[in-house]
């Protein structure tokens, strides 16, 4: 069976959604980020990114990681490729160049997108967001992200998903790492054809059925 290692309220969301989507029988191991505890190594603290017994599984320290039998892997948006490739049928590529428009708008969204739309959900995290450095840092993302969604706007003219003419792995982990500036509803306001597509992404059932589970778990710990 498929474990996933990490809390929901972390970038894990993106493989359970991926596993529902999949219909993939999982087992979740609630590691959390060691930066929500006042003292990741204490022997009573929560299972956590810094514990030991988590290193043994991903030495870098972060979540997610999977083992899919022997096999172990980290990188959320690589394992939900991985899981494409491997159990996806029309959700992975069903051509080697379907498989190169995968990665290649996976590999976008990390390097530009993700850099400028986790800054913009950390400082809601921190609950900054009404500060006059957290305005800044919110309007410096924005303003980084104009280049990359005008480019995503006009490639989502006329059509309905990223790649082919279905929903596929490269929709979910794009949705995923723009979920994290959907505070700033100008931006998306901004780009009609990205607002309707990532309503289309977060209406699905499997979307849905991720969101009930983490929407269980407590902000607090
Ligand atoms: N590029 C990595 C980033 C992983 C990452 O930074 N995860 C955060 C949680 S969302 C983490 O583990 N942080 C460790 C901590 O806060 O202690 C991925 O996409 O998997």
């Not at 059509?159 to 500036?181: H, M, S």
Request: proline residues 6%; charged residues 25%.
């Amino acid at each position: 069976m498929l474990t996933v290692y990490g809390v929901y309220r972390s970038r894990a969301s993106r493989v359970y959604w991926m596993a529902e989507e999949l219909g993939l029988e999982f087992r979740s191991v609630p590691v959390l980020q060691a930066r929500r505890l006042p003292d990741p190594l204490a022997p009573e603290a929560a299972l956590n990114t810094h514990s030991p017994d988590f290193a043994a599984v991903n030495p870098m320290a972060q979540i997610p990681s999977i083992r899919d039998g022997e096999f172990v892997m980290h990188e959320s948006l690589a394992i939900n490729l991985y899981l494409a490739r491997k159990y996806g049928g029309p959700l992975g590529g069903q051509t080697v160049e379907e498989d190169g428009l995968l990665t290649m708008w996976t590999v976008w969204a990390a390097s530009q997108v993700e850099p400028q739309t986790v800054k913009i959900v950390l400082t809601y995290d921190d609950g900054l967001e009404n500060s006059e450095d957290g305005k800044q840092t919110i309007a410096v993302a924005c303003r980084l992200l104009r280049r990359p969604l005008a480019a995503l706007e006009s490639h989502l003219h006329g059509r309905q998903w990223i790649v082919g003419d279905r929903f596929t792995v490269a929709d979910l982990n794009i949705a995923e790492v723009l979920r994290y500036a959907q505070s700033e509803e100008a931006l998306f306001d901004a780009h009609p054809n990205i607002k309707a597509w990532i309503e289309r992404c977060q209406s699905r059932p499997a979307y849905k059925a991720m969101q009930a589970t983490r929407a269980k778990e407590p902000v607090e710990v």
